[in-house]
């Protein structure tokens, strides 16, 4: 049987289990009308559905035509093509982008429903079958306790607030922090909850992976500040710092090396890209991310140079500094101090 007339047969199919389920008792005589085929076709059907998907199907003579003697049973009616089995395997590898979370072991029972749902032959192609002609290389994430998920997503659904130690990047001991949860974001593998923090009075992100002994307070039920958007907290293109609100332009010189990079990375939908004659490339953009765009100059090295605002490119020279002096009280190779 060539593909199109697998696809043919597998309609055929769908249609018979749907006229025996709406209890229309459908027969050979009635289906192959029906279908414009011959009595044989129809019978090699009716068997196919037996034999393959076990389908419970018998005829009923009281009834004059097929019933299923089991009301649980139902045909397997997910059908898809080869581009789309394609993306079903790229979207099992992409799962590995979510692991050390529970959403990691959801998300693959959900894909398994899925496949479950496929015809036989369908589910014969395994959904590995890219093996290793494919990689994803997710960012590196800390493991996360169930319990903090279900506790932190769960306060964000029936806005109540939550109640947390928590050590922050500065805290050698944790604290016990209670934040009314706005919302939540996934930024390059780890996970941040946006709220107020009752502590501080003031609006604060937490992550996950520095939360332990967590619990819902069903008693403290908070609402949304008026007209709540994430993007006052957050830059999707850049980060999730939130020290700073208003935006503010920035001015990035990348020289003629990683000119490619610089005109291809997208900083905001309405950047400006200008490429000089030494093909140098200037990109001009609009954040609140003080901090992360810091913290990618530093990586970038030599390759990228602050022009605006000033005082980023103080704090960039800043931090120079005090890298440059950690290095040079930095022991040499022989043992002794420089």
């Given at each position: 049987?060539?593909?199109k ?22 027969t ?6 029906e279908?414009e085929v ?12 037996r ?6 199907i ?18 397997k ?17 992409a ?21 479950e ?8 192609i ?9 990689t ?6 800390p ?29 050698t ?27 501080k009075?003031?609006e ?14 069903q ?26 609100r208003e ?5 990035l ?19 400006t890209?200008?490429v ?5 490339v ?8 003080f ?39 930095e ?8």
């Amino acid at each position: 049987m060539n593909e199109k007339e697998g696809k043919v047969q597998f309609w055929r199919l769908l249609k018979i289990d749907e006229m025996i389920r709406a209890k229309r008792f459908p027969t050979v005589r009635s289906l192959a009308k029906e279908f414009e085929v011959s009595k044989r076709t129809v019978e090699r059907d009716i068997e196919f559905l037996r034999d393959r998907y076990e389908a419970p199907i018998e005829y009923d003579h009281s009834k004059c035509g097929y019933v299923y003697t089991q009301e649980t049973f139902f045909l397997k009616s997910l059908f898809l093509t080869d581009e789309e089995l394609f993306s079903a395997a790229v979207f099992e590898k992409a799962l590995r982008q979510y692991r050390n979370t529970p959403i990691e072991g959801r998300l693959k029972a959900v894909f398994a429903k899925l496949t479950e749902l496929l015809p036989d032959d369908a589910v014969s192609i395994n959904t590995m079958w890219l093996g290793d002609s494919l990689t994803f290389i997710p960012e590196p994430s800390p493991a996360i306790r169930p319990e903090i998920f279900d506790a932190v997503f769960s306060g964000v659904k029936v806005r109540r607030a939550i109640r947390f130690r928590y050590r922050s990047l500065t805290q050698t001991e944790a604290a016990v922090r209670t934040c009314e949860p706005y919302h939540i974001v996934c930024q390059r593998g780890a996970w941040y909850v946006i709220g107020r923090c009752a502590d501080k009075n003031e609006e604060r992100i937490f992550s996950f992976s520095r939360m332990s002994e967590i619990e819902v307070l069903q008693d403290r039920l908070f609402e949304l500040p008026t007209g709540f958007t994430v993007e006052q907290y957050i830059d999707k293109n850049v980060g999730v710092w939130i020290n700073r609100r208003e935006p503010f332009t920035v001015r990035l010189l990348f020289s003629a090396s990683v000119s490619v990079f610089a005109e291809e990375h997208i900083w905001n939908e309405e950047q400006t890209v200008l490429v000089h004659e030494d093909k140098s490339v200037e990109v001009s953009f609009k954040t609140t991310q003080f901090e992360e765009i810091k913290r990618f100059v530093l990586g970038q090295g030599a390759s990228v140079r602050v022009l605006e605002p000033p005082e980023l490119a103080q704090s960039v020279r800043e931090e120079i500094e005090e890298m440059r002096s950690l290095y040079q009280n930095e022991k040499n190779p022989s043992g002794s101090l420089r």
